[in-house]
């Protein structure tokens, strides 16, 4: 939210703004949880497995129906464009941030936290159980 109302134009009504958006995103959320624990239950998995259910429930639901290969193929498609534009956001605060406190190039700021990253994702890729703890860590 910080980095959207840091690029909004002056006159802009944040509330006649964020209430459609609000209101879209948890349309999606609930109509999602409606549509994944029907399969969760269906095929008896742990329906505490959090984020992983989506790579779980949802190839058992593809392969059930016709041309379920090319619909899954699509689903994960726009899942990960979805997670790629998150990234983006979230990279650009701290890109934003490290640019104003280390005063240093746009550049060179989104190079570093960019590699910052890659590294931390590589870092989860090789050491499955770092993903865990970075999920679970809380700052106090």
């Not at 624990?37 to 790579?55: E, R, S, T, Y």
Request: with cysteine.
């Amino acid at each position: 939210m910080l980095t959207f109302g840091a690029h909004m134009d002056k006159r802009a009504y944040i509330t006649s703004d964020g209430i459609p958006i609000a209101t879209s995103a948890t349309i999606v959320a609930i109509v999602a949880g409606l549509m994944i624990f029907p399969i969760v239950f269906q095929f008896n998995l742990d329906p505490a497995m959090g984020m992983g259910l989506i790579f779980s429930a949802m190839p058992l639901s593809f392969l059930q129906i016709p041309a379920g290969s090319f619909v899954g193929g699509l689903f994960f498609s726009l899942a990960a464009i979805g997670a790629l534009s998150s990234s983006t956001i979230m990279i650009m605060l701290a890109t934003a941030i490290l640019e104003e406190q280390a005063r240093i190039s746009r550049i060179r700021s989104v190079l570093t936290m960019g590699a910052i990253a890659w590294i931390v994702g590589a870092l989860c890729v090789l050491y499955p159980r770092l993903s865990g703890e970075i999920d679970s860590f809380q700052v106090r």
